[in-house]
């Protein structure tokens, strides 16, 4: 009698379908156990994207109004009609979206130094210059015009003091806020503080001409080597340089 031959190995087709049944029970087992999780964190997947895609669109539309609006009451203001441009400014000025809010109010400041009212423009102008939800640039911006606005009425250490971060060379803002502090030093009876400043203005060939002009005018009437005003590498009939006539201490021109 021959008997069958057992099969050391089982068959390769049941292993397969063995395996293929317990991942189907596994699967089943953690849908049954986590599915309602796996769904509810889909559904607040998606909801997060499209909620970040609707405010970031309404966010958009928002500063394209604003800017319209501001443009606006630009105009407005440029014609002499403040009335009608303050209500929309007013309005930014509160709920602005970004850096339209301190725009606006720097425009309300414009507006109010055109009226006579330094005393609010300066106001205006400060809380502009520490708001830190704004950029800097348009800080920096807001306080540099209310420097000037309060400089003949502001104490000499108070100028030096407030424009100390932008009186500094390679500052953006260093050719104005360095000629600001210089006259505010002598103003303050310290010639010698003044000088070194005045000196760099004149040096720095990326400012404005007539900013250095007048620089070189008044380094010249304190005393400066007007050999120290030459910048290396400059023409010698450079008119930085060859300014004589000594400029008053007055405040800085507009």
């Known amino acids: 009698m021959i008997l069958a031959v057992t099969p050391h190995e ?6 397969r379908e063995v395996d293929e049944g317990v991942r189907r029970d596994q699967v089943a087992t953690l849908w049954d156990r986590y599915g ?17 895609l609707w405010w970031q669109d309404s966010q958009a539309k928002a500063r394209a109004t604003a800017g319209e609006d501001l443009t606006q009451a630009m105009s407005k203001l440029e ?39 330094n005393a609010k423009a300066m106001k205006l102008l400060d809380a502009v210059a520490v708001d830190g939800k704004l950029s800097q640039p ?27 971060t932008l009186s500094v060379p390679g500052n953006a803002w260093f050719g104005i806020a360095g000629e600001m502090t210089a006259l505010a030093h002598l103003k303050a009876g310290k010639p010698d503080l003044a000088k070194p400043l005045l000196t760099a203005i004149v040096r720095d060939q990326s400012l404005p ?33 060859a300014q004589t006539a000594p400029a008053p201490a007055a405040a800085p021109a507009e």
Request: proline content about 5%; charged content about 20%; aromatic content about 4%.
């Open 36 to 52: 309602i999780a796996i769904i509810a964190a889909v559904v607040l997947f998606l909801g997060a994207v499209g909620g970040w």
């Open 138 to 164: 348009l800080r920096d911006a807001a306080l540099i015009k209310s420097v000037r606005l309060g400089f003949d009425t502001l104490p000499p250490a108070a100028v030096i003091e407030r424009l100390k």
């Open 209 to 241: 001409t007539s900013l250095r002009g007048r620089a070189a005018e008044l380094a010249l009437s304190l005393g400066v080597d007007a050999a120290s005003l030459k910048v290396p590498g400059a023409a010698s009939s450079d008119n930085t340089s």
């Open 10 to 15: 089982p068959d390769e087709a049941f292993l």
């Open 79 to 117: 014609v002499g009609d403040a009335a009608a441009a303050r209500p929309v400014l007013d309005r930014l000025a509160k709920d602005g979206p970004g850096g339209y809010r301190g725009l606006a109010q720097m425009m309300q400041a414009a507006d109010a130094a055109g009226a006579g009212d």
